[in-house]
């Protein structure tokens, strides 16, 4: 499996199914901004209150071919065998199809997943392991803290601001200090380091070298 992340912001999501296991495949679309249908006579309640909150579209009877021709992803989640199999068939093979129970039938599965803002670790056994895969997941999350969420942001800001503002030949070294260690846990730092850069830009000093 070659391993990708992809933009789905308006994208024809079409999830059949709506008990537990489509729940969980829904939970990790509901903030990606897809728009997602969700296909079932029945629906778990934090479905329905999806719906309700104009986050997805629920479609309340069972899956038919002419709901998946426009979807830009499938996900097959529904409590039978057979008509999981029969969603993957009717896909085309421009579409990505997961399918919950027989992930072979598919062209894509879904990692475990650690989110710390823009930081997204993905971890896959390739359907080997689950359980291990969700082993490795709570290793992660406890190894990666929330910190590093305010922390790639403070990144994010200030790469932007060395590859507009500071010439060719400063700013490898200024974006490898970025990295350094010290400044995950300390908020204080990173704001005083960007306000630096700043500084060096208003004053016309972006060739000089900036201090610990």
């Known amino acids: 499996m070659y391993p990708i992340h992809i933009n789905l912001t308006g994208r024809k999501v079409v999830v059949a199914g709506g008990g537990l296991v489509a729940f969980r495949k829904i939970k990790g679309l509901i903030n990606e901004e ?119 942001d403070f990144l994010f800001e200030c790469r932007s601001i060395i590859k507009k503002e500071f010439p060719q030949n400063c700013r490898k070294a200024l974006i490898t200090k970025l990295t350094d260690q010290s400044f995950l846990y300390d908020e204080e730092k990173q704001r005083s380091y960007k306000q630096e850069l700043l500084k060096r830009i208003e004053h016309n000093l972006v060739n000089e070298p900036i201090n610990e």
């Open 34 to 152: 897809a728009k997602i249908t969700v296909i079932s006579p029945v629906v778990v309640n934090e479905i329905q209150e999806w719906h309700a909150e104009q986050k997805l579209i629920w479609i309340e009877r069972k899956v038919v071919r002419e709901d998946l021709v426009e979807a830009f992803l499938i996900v097959a989640a529904t409590n039978c065998t057979e008509s999981n199999s029969w969603i993957a068939e009717q896909a085309s093979p421009k579409q990505l199809v997961n399918v919950a129970d027989q992930p072979h039938l598919g062209n894509f599965i879904v990692p475990s997943v650690v989110k710390r803002g823009k930081l997204i670790l993905s971890v896959s056994t390739s359907g080997a392991s689950p359980s291990l895969s969700k082993s490795i997941k709570k290793e992660l999350q406890q190894k990666y803290s929330e910190d590093y969420e305010s922390y790639l």
